[in-house]
């Protein structure tokens, strides 16, 4: 186990499974064809089951279904693509305070172009306050953004009922669906989502391939794009299609939808193992993150008396973030930390587990005694 390298950073990204790998090879090399000719129809063909995986897995139609370079280009897409189109008077956007940047900085953009904007905080365990939500929509909301489950603490939001309100006001619901996707009951048909982001990285698929789900709506849900090219995806996402990583992200589905509920039951519990290990050695730590409403994989903890960036350098074979992967770029505190908390400490000494179906018991009880052995050195 010395030098083993034990990878805890799941939420940034995942390893691609074998299957999926072998699903996606044979469109590199034998059917790459791009065109209106038997080679092209076999790629067409292959495009059409991916799109059929996708809807599949969260209760959607195939038509509904846009391929993108990933969870980011869905996220524009919807937001400016929506905001474009909108020819009413609804000049008003409600979010929360610890959305992923890609949605927070859309916002942004929008708030610069004249969008009014509604930024909810979160509770102490990050969850969005409903009766706060109620009061923010009105009938000049054009759409509310809130995510799934949120990437760093893990925290997963009342999303039947934000959809309920939504519908209830005439507001879009766009929701981030990246994190958890698969494990909490996401059927498109039932739900009041308008519009939802993924992408196939997140579990066990290939990087840069996501979808934006456009729900088939009387009258239409019009999104404007904002990149210009071929006809391809209704011509709301022209650019080839990259076809090897659309046949992953279908297979990606495919599986987590037969593997789901198994995957959930194995994850949860190791995490479930590794935090009562180190709750039960360790004097001060603290959940960050809901307790209850929560990814199965994700345990994002301090430990006062040392912090996450000394810890990361003590524990040099074992992978996992001080804050999200995608701000890691940044030097400033997590956003999503300094929302649920005031306390600085508590954010530097802050780090995010994040555990996959890869990942063994065995894997998880030498983390959780390195991590109990230094935490005591450093008290
Ligand atoms: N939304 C959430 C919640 C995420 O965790 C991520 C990735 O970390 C994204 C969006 C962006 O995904 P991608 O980088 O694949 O576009």
């Known amino acids: 186990m010395k030098s083993k390298q034990i ?74 693509g929506l905001a474009k189109a909108n020819k009413s008077e609804k000049n008003h956007i409600v979010t929360q305070n610890t959305e992923h940047k890609a949605v927070l900085q859309c916002i942004n953009a929008l708030k610069e172009q004249g969008y009014k904007i509604t930024m909810l905080k979160v509770d102490k365990v990050g969850r969005i306050k409903i009766e706060e939500l109620k009061k923010a929509v009105t009938n000049k909301t054009l759409v509310v953004a809130i995510m799934l489950a949120n990437n760093e603490i893990g925290t997963t939001q009342p999303i039947e009922d934000i959809g309920n309100i939504c519908k209830s006001k005439g507001a879009k619901f766009f929701c981030d669906i990246t994190q958890g996707l698969g494990w909490f009951p996401l059927n498109m048909k039932t739900l009041n989502i308008d519009l939802a982001a993924l992408t196939a990285h997140k579990f066990y698929g ?87 409403n929560r990814h199965p994989g994700n345990l994002n903890i301090s430990i006062p008396s040392i912090s996450g960036e000394k810890l990361k350098g003590l524990l040099s074979n074992v992978m996992f973030s001080t804050s999200s992967a995608c701000s890691s770029s940044s030097s400033k505190p997590s956003h999503v930390l300094s929302a649920i908390n005031d306390d600085e400490t508590i954010i530097a000494s802050s780090f995010r587990l994040g555990i996959n179906k890869y990942n063994t018991n065995k894997e998880i009880d030498f983390v959780a005694q390195k991590i109990i052995q230094l935490a005591k050195i450093n008290n």
């Not at 063909?45 to 038509?63: C, D, H, M, T, Y």
């Not at 846009?66 to 280009?73: K, L, N, R």
Request: hydrophobic share 35%; aromatic share 8%.
């Open 206 to 292: 290939p990087k840069g391939i996501g979808t934006l789900y456009i729900k088939k709506t009387n009258p239409r849900i019009v999104i404007e794009p904002i990149l210009f090219g071929g006809g391809q995806e209704n011509g709301i996402r022209p650019g080839t299609s990259n076809v090897p990583a659309i046949v992953g992200l279908g297979k990606a589905c495919e599986l987590l939808q037969i593997n789901a509920e198994e995957q959930f039951h194995r994850i949860s519990n190791l995490r479930n193992r590794l935090q009562k290990q180190l709750f039960a050695s360790i004097d001060g730590i603290k959940l960050n993150g809901c307790p209850v």
């Open 7 to 80: 990878y805890l950073d799941s939420h940034a990204s995942t390893p691609v499974d074998q299957d999926i790998l072998s699903s996606m090879l044979p469109f590199f090399t034998e059917f790459y064809g791009n065109g209106n000719h038997k080679a092209g129809w076999k790629t067409t063909s292959a495009i059409e089951n991916a799109r059929f995986q996708v809807s599949n897995l969260i209760g959607a139609k195939p038509s509904e279904i846009t391929f993108t370079s990933g969870a980011t280009e869905a996220i524009n897409m919807a937001l400016l």
